[in-house]
């Protein structure tokens, strides 16, 4: 479900920074051309990936049928990938004059954002035990796989690319 809304929600800004395309001056015009982008996202994730295999034991108890044993355990891959693309402008103006254009042209950008990244990730095999009760027998094998955790995290914001054609 995180997934989910977290690449809806992405989408949905890359859908609102869509170019702002201005078009001006004809035939020596000079009009003056004036594009204003003004962004503020506050983007807060909270991520929690927690993989394990560990937390097994063998009791070994004097008459029972129960005399040692082992503990073989898989690996445990714990992997997070968060990604936002914030506040992002691409600005293009195309002034078509044959004569030469003498308006003025003026972008401006303004962004402000706030990211929050809170990233807790996890990955266990350990916690196996094999206990001896009452003379039972003590014999007996843990084997722990592989714990290995990644996370990466990649932040763009406030990203403006302007390009001005006369």
């Known amino acids: 479900m ?10 949905t800004m ?5 170019p702002a395309l201005a078009y001006g001056g004809h035939h020596g015009s000079d009009s003056d051309v004036r594009v ?11 991520v ?3 993989a394990q295999t560990g937390g097994n034991e063998v009791v070994s108890v004097k008459g029972g ?8 355990t898989g690996d445990a891959w714990a992997t997070s990938y968060v990604g936002n693309t914030v506040n992002s402008n691409e600005t293009k103006i195309k002034a078509s004059c044959r004569r030469g254009c003498t308006g003025d042209v003026k972008v401006e950008n303004d962004n ?3 990211v929050r990244n809170e990233v807790d990730i996890t990955a266990q095999t350990g916690g196996n035990e094999i206990i001896t009760v009452k ?6 094998d843990i084997d722990t796989g592989i714990a290995d955790a990644y996370s ?6 406030n990203t403006n690319i302007t390009r001005v054609r006369r």
């Open 2 to 11: 995180k997934k989910l809304l977290a690449s809806s929600t992405i989408l």
């Open 14 to 18: 890359m859908m609102v920074a869509m």
């Open 36 to 46: 204003e982008n003004d962004n503020w996202a506050c983007v807060s994730n909270t």
């Open 48 to 50: 929690d990936v927690t």
């Open 65 to 72: 049928d129960n005399t040692g044993g082992d503990i073989d």
């Open 112 to 114: 402000g954002a706030m």
């Open 135 to 140: 003379g039972g027998s003590n014999s007996g």
């Open 152 to 157: 990466e995290v990649i932040n763009v914001v």
